[in-house]
């Protein structure tokens, strides 16, 4: 099983939401069973909750999945914006990956860190001005790492 665990916490947090209706009474036995069945059999077969765009794409899922939690503060008014402004960011980080990618590539400081100042520079120049966002400088940092 993949070591991943933005995607458990998403799992999770399905699971605690239909728990939570349960408890609330807002569904039955019956749908609290059916709900809990159908988030099993979605880990279990590896399914991701993921935009149309990245189903498939198990390289740029778990950027994905990172910028989702960690651009919620920014844009937590538009759930539709949210996702589609991650997914296509999930995506230029890929090809910034490949465009750079080698041997041992994580073994090689410089590599790292000129792929860490890419992205960077993608969020300053791109992300930032094409999706009028200000994502600060820290929290660029925060995902980077």
């Known amino acids: 099983m993949r070591k991943d665990p933005v995607l458990y916490e998403k799992f999770s947090d399905l699971i605690q939401d239909i728990i939570d209706q349960f408890r ?38 778990p950027f994905y999945d990172i910028l989702q939690e960690e651009l919620l503060t920014e844009i937590s008014d538009d759930d539709n914006k949210l996702s589609f402004v991650s997914s296509e960011t999930a995506l230029a980080i890929q090809k910034l990956l490949y465009d750079i990618w080698k041997v041992d590539f ?4 410089d590599c790292v860190n000129t792929f860490r100042n890419e992205v960077e520079d993608h969020f300053l120049d791109t992300v930032n001005r094409q999706y009028d966002l200000d994502i600060s400088v820290e929290k660029i940092s925060k995902i980077v790492e």
Do not use: H, T
Request: one cysteine or more.
């Open 24 to 61: 609330e009474e807002r569904i039955s036995g019956k749908e609290y069973y059916e709900g809990i069945s159908s988030i099993r059999q979605d880990f279990m077969s590896g399914k991701r909750i993921v935009p149309e765009s990245l189903k498939g794409n198990d390289e740029a899922c």
């Open 106 to 109: 994580w073994r090689d400081i």
